[in-house]
């Protein structure tokens, strides 16, 4: 039996419970007894639908209703009381006014529903960078996801009645009402309410809420950096580790990076990669005047098509327990699932991500949406390292951005140094994917992939990216990258996935001092021979094509670039030289 302590913390589930009706509350202790009763809850219910205990152990399908499977960045808003605060980026509104229109939606919005109250850690509980948060919601969809994606139970227990601050969540599903949802952070008050959505990304109040948006804010404030990273370990021969963090907008190849493979050649040199994150990153500068990384997570919540056995098999191992699979399609055969680009057979008796009966054989229509997920424990992923466990953090040699880009970017380039690469984390640009509510293809600027996750206003976001710079001895060395290059047939040029390992390798080796670069305007990229090929089906002519600037089209490039700065009422100066230096170089 739970016993909270904490007079802070009973106060706000008292009010939040008197807005939202609830017949009962239910607190979460994160043990097994009572999570397994919870999930035949589920069941029982059809909330969910447990799997095939022999395939899947602890498995679990989750359907959304059709119109609420992505975020919706359209209905995120960060609510200050100035709009200054919040920046030309972010959906604004007054915090005042924000209050006063969810109290009506959030009036008995959880009349004969039990709440759930959720204490939970991003991060280790007990560590440096750990942030302790309550979500309270009427979704046993979110109780379970939860319990995979953040540190739930006792140590966080005993941290609030100890007096540990907390971000306040509130969640409702109430209607699932497209017309009146919201995700609506209060930076000031270290608040999230969301209500009338159940798909996680807008609902898993930890994650992007929590950890991105409100942690920039929280990380700005307190002189850290909360940003959208993956964070990776690679292993020479030697046995060295080095760590580096990337940065891509969603269903970019994030997670294929982080769980990346080394390819066979690499492999037998002796090369190894470890996964600490796949998402975000959490990054405090150290004693030694090095930056040092975590990740708050604790599971992986992961983009399903696409995902298989060559393009990323330590994902795909990751799935196979105790993972929660939503919108994906279902065979009802064997009561499994399957995803476009799963490489196995199509099911001919399953039901698609509607539900509805669904022949892979004679479908003219997808099994799985093309933003279907899994949330499944980092424990399970194969390649999870041991550094994951501590909660400590790693130093970071290298910051990797990157986007997903048929033409412009070369294959990887390394930025002048600290600043300069600030200035190309803010050009950053890719083309959009299923992952968030929109057209898809269309080229719109992400600067550091934080554009919908940044709780601030981006021209201060910039400033404290320079400003961190100021504080650190030995800054980690700052590249971009581009695995999407494609050639005029429209073929993609470079083969990514595991031979990705190829280009991070020259970056480590730029970092010590070692590997062979050219100038170029817009930084300094591989020379000729500079990266390991070998075994690779790359010709001298296509490295030339996917490492060279072109002049021509960087300055239509400067163009948008221009018109994109334009949007900030204060940019730092930094960066206004770096696009003019561009400028200048180009012509």
Not at 121 to 145: H, N, Q, W
Request: aromatic share 10%; proline share 5%; charged share 25%.
């Amino acid at each position: 039996m739970i016993e909270i302590k904490n007079e802070k913390v009973l106060d706000w589930v008292r009010e939040c419970a008197e807005l939202t009706k609830p017949a009962e509350i239910v607190w979460i202790d994160g043990s097994n007894e009572q999570l397994e009763a919870l999930r035949k809850e589920a069941c029982d219910t059809g909330e969910m639908i447990r799997l095939n205990e022999e395939k899947l152990p602890g498995c679990y399908y989750y359907r959304t209703h059709p119109k609420d499977v992505a975020r919706d960045e359209k209905r995120t808003v960060i609510c200050t009381t100035y709009q200054k605060d919040a920046g030309p980026t972010n959906n604004w509104v007054q915090k005042d006014e924000m209050y006063a229109k969810l109290r009506p939606l959030f009036d008995g919005a959880m009349k004969g529903r039990t709440m759930y109250a959720i204490p939970f850690s991003m991060g280790r509980p007990g560590t440096e960078f750990a942030k302790i948060g309550i979500e309270l919601t009427d979704s046993l969809y979110v109780v379970l996801s939860m319990n995979i994606m953040t540190h739930v139970g006792e140590a966080v227990l005993k941290q609030l009645n100890q007096g540990a601050d907390f971000v306040k969540c509130l969640h409702s599903k109430a209607q699932i009402d497209a017309k009146n949802k919201y995700i609506a952070h209060f930076p000031e008050d270290n608040t999230i309410w969301s209500i009338n959505s159940a798909y996680g990304g807008n609902v898993l109040l930890g994650k992007k809420c929590l950890a991105l948006r409100i942690g920039s804010w929280l990380g700005r404030k307190e002189g850290w950096m909360a940003e959208h990273m993956l964070i990776l370990c690679i292993e020479n021969p030697q046995g060295e580790k080095k760590y580096v963090c990337a940065a891509f907008p969603s269903a970019c190849g994030k997670t294929n990076l982080a769980m990346l493979i080394p390819p066979k050649h690499l492999q037998e040199a002796g090369y190894k990669a470890y996964t600490i994150g796949d998402d975000i990153a959490w990054l405090r500068i150290g004693d030694d005047g090095r930056l040092y990384a975590v990740n708050p997570e604790n599971g992986f919540f992961g983009v399903a098509p696409g995902t298989n056995s060559k393009t990323n098999n330590n994902a795909l191992l990751t799935t196979r327990k105790n993972t929660i699979f939503t919108n994906v399609c279902r065979n009802l055969d064997d009561n499994t699932v399957w995803w476009e680009g799963l490489d196995q057979p199509a099911p001919v008796n399953g039901e698609d991500w509607q539900g509805r009966p669904w022949n892979g054989q004679t479908a003219t229509e997808k099994g799985a949406h093309p933003n279907s997920r899994f949330t499944a424990p980092a424990e399970n992923c194969p390649s999870i390292a041991p550094e994951f466990f501590t909660g400590e953090g790693v130093p970071i040699s290298a910051i990797i951005f990157g986007g997903r880009r048929a033409g412009a970017e070369p294959l990887i380039t390394q930025s002048f140094d600290w600043n300069h690469g600030v200035f190309m984390g803010s050009k950053m640009s890719s083309e959009t994917t299923a992952a968030a509510d929109g057209a898809v293809g269309v080229v719109r600027y992400d600067p550091m992939a934080m554009l919908p996750f940044c709780g601030y206003h981006m021209g201060d976001y910039f400033q404290h990216w320079i400003d961190m710079g100021k504080k650190m001895s030995n800054p980690p060395k700052i590249f971009n990258v581009n695995w999407f290059r494609r050639d005029a047939e429209g073929r993609f040029i470079w083969p990514g996935f595991g031979e990705n390992l190829r280009a991070l390798l020259w970056a480590l080796g730029r970092c010590e001092g070692k590997a062979e670069a050219v100038e170029t305007p817009l930084g300094y990229v591989p020379a000729a021979g500079s990266l390991d090929l070998t075994g690779l089906d790359v010709t001298d002519e296509e490295m030339q094509e996917i490492t060279t600037v072109d002049k021509e089209v960087w300055r239509k490039e400067l163009d948008g670039l221009k018109e994109w700065y334009a949007k900030f009422d204060h940019m730092p100066d930094e960066l206004i030289a770096s696009l003019a230096k561009l400028e200048l170089a180009l012509d």
